[in-house]
DNA sequence: TTACGTGCAAAGGCTTTGCAGTCGG
DNA sequence: CCGACTGCAAAGCCTTTGCACGTAA
């Protein structure tokens, strides 16, 4: 639940400054503003969601910019993707992603993480097992969070799915 | 690696007419067809994969219809959704989907599967921990298959995305 | 017979791409 | 200055939806 704190922003800002300076790319107003955003969020936004949170903050970046930034920072393995299957994808600074994973209601879309370090080591076992270099791994959890599992027991078997 | 034996994908075949029956919900040809399609495939098709596999042996089904009956059999407990990150959606007879999570290469896309009955209980013990009730998961470790980290060992540090 | 399925084609939602104008280093 | 960026709008890709016709039970 670490909301991450104006330091850590700035300092993960820094790190892409420099990483845009190793490779040699413009440091502009619009990157640096969807990373901030980014850096600063304490949930896992989509590309729509930065967008809108910049734009309530006056910041106005195109859609391609948007996306493209992201997809530096991804590249600069500052940012982690996540998808949880809703059509879309969410971003989270990679430092904050780092030692957890998650567990998604499915019902009301609650997100909860839980620490993973004891995961990590089995998934790079079992990838050692099969030869496969370990890079990264997903986990996710399905289920139903404490609330909605008491509201209503009948969907227990079946989905849930509120069509 | 279990490919499945005809006796399964027949034992699946019923499974599903019971879960229409169980709905009042017709049996048709193309029903019967994706399904069985389907419960035979030994790897991870994507819907426009059954499509032409469909369309190569004969049966012509309609897109419409092939998602729709997707949409049914996950319902039904039948078949597993995957999403590699890829942007489409792959699905796997349920049957052969438990008991094992993917490790991904992330350089020639390899999928190899792995027993994953110790981290399920792990996971369920994560779940529990945070009061969820425990449904289903999702596990993949990406990284590079035993060719292709031997292949150019210069990407181990950086992104290897092959543009 | 009749409710539900089917196929086609169009619409949808998210993401990527092409291009003319603009700006960081 | 020059190469790379930016925004807009159009295109792309997978998936879903609307509708007239067909079919399982």
Redesign the pocket.
Known sequence: MASPSRDDATALLDRFRGH??DR????????LAVAEQLFGAADHP???DLSRRLRARGE?????????????LVEGGLVRVHDFG????RYEAAAAAAGHDHLICERCGRLVEFANDRFERMLRMAADAERFLYRRHRVQVQGLCAECRGRDLGVLTSDPAPR
Chains 1, 2 share one sequence.
């Not at 040699?24 to 990157?31: E, I, K």
Request: glycine share 6%; no cysteine.
């Open positions: 845009l300076r040699r790319l413009p440091v502009t107003r619009q990157r989509s590309a729509l106005r970046v195109g859609t391609a910019t948007l996306y493209r930034t992201l997809e530096l809703e059509g879309f994808k």
